[in-house]
């Protein structure tokens, strides 16, 4: 197999192939009225938001929350997510790209840190899973960084052999994110990383993690194909 061949995608969903930024701001501020915070823009949110999610609050509170509060506002933001996110629909150019990846004999997969099994019904639903050698989901509690997920992540790709993961090697895998936490994880694998300016982050606060910015995923893809070749 040669290193085009070789070449995997690990993409983020939430941000990234989901343009859900209105559902996320929604739910965010339903679940900051919960202990009286003031709403925020989408621009504030990028300027602010962090991983784990905690600490994006201690940003706002000046104080990390109680467990009861954070259970209260992460029980209200995916309440509200969940009403939200039917009006949000897949990042424009998203199906092309895939399918032009996959078309090229290269595989990709999905790892988000939104719900398991919450996230394949909904990937399933754009019409999408066919392009995925495999579509993980968070399992466990919320808030968390993606790091040992993607651990699991690569493993179980490793493992699939027969099922499409042969071949998946971290050295010629990218991540495509919209998330500092995102690059911090494929570093944590060995990967490299592209990270997204439409979803979470401000392109400010994704440069300082130093791994290439893109403002569309048809870059992103272009600059994953330059990356997984050089490897």
């Not at 004999?105 to 066919?130: D, K, N």
């Not at 050698?133 to 493992?159: F, N």
Request: hydrophobic fraction near 45%; proline fraction near 3%; charge should be negative.
């Amino acid at each position: 197999m040669g290193k085009s061949e070789a070449a995997h995608i690990v993409w983020d969903w939430n941000g990234t192939l989901f343009h859900d930024n209105d559902a996320i701001i929604g739910a965010t501020n339903a679940a900051f009225a919960e202990l009286g915070l003031e709403p925020i823009t989408l621009e504030q949110y990028r300027a602010m938001y962090c991983v784990p999610v905690p600490k994006f609050y201690e940003r706002l509170l000046g104080r990390l929350p109680s467990d009861a509060e954070w259970e209260v506002m992460d029980g209200t933001f995916q309440r509200h997510y969940a009403e939200h996110r039917v009006r949000c629909g897949l990042t424009e150019g998203a199906v092309e790209l895939l399918t032009g990846w996959r078309s090229a004999g290269r595989s990709q997969s999905i790892l988000s840190m939104y719900g398991h099994e919450e996230l394949v019904p909904l990937v399933r639903g754009f019409g999408i899973e066919s392009h995925f050698v495999r579509v993980d989901g968070r399992t466990g509690p919320s808030g968390g960084s993606k790091a040992e997920h993607m651990v699991r992540h690569l493993a179980a790709l490793a493992e699939a052999g027969g099922a499409g993961g042969a071949g998946v090697d971290p050295a010629r895998t990218v991540v495509i994110g919209d998330a500092a936490d995102d690059a911090v994880a494929a570093r944590h694998v060995g990967a490299r990383a592209v990270l997204y300016t439409g979803g979470s982050h401000s392109r400010g606060s994704l440069e300082a993690v130093g791994v290439p910015v893109v403002d569309s995923l048809a870059e992103a893809v272009a600059v994953a194909e330059r990356l997984a070749m050089a490897a």
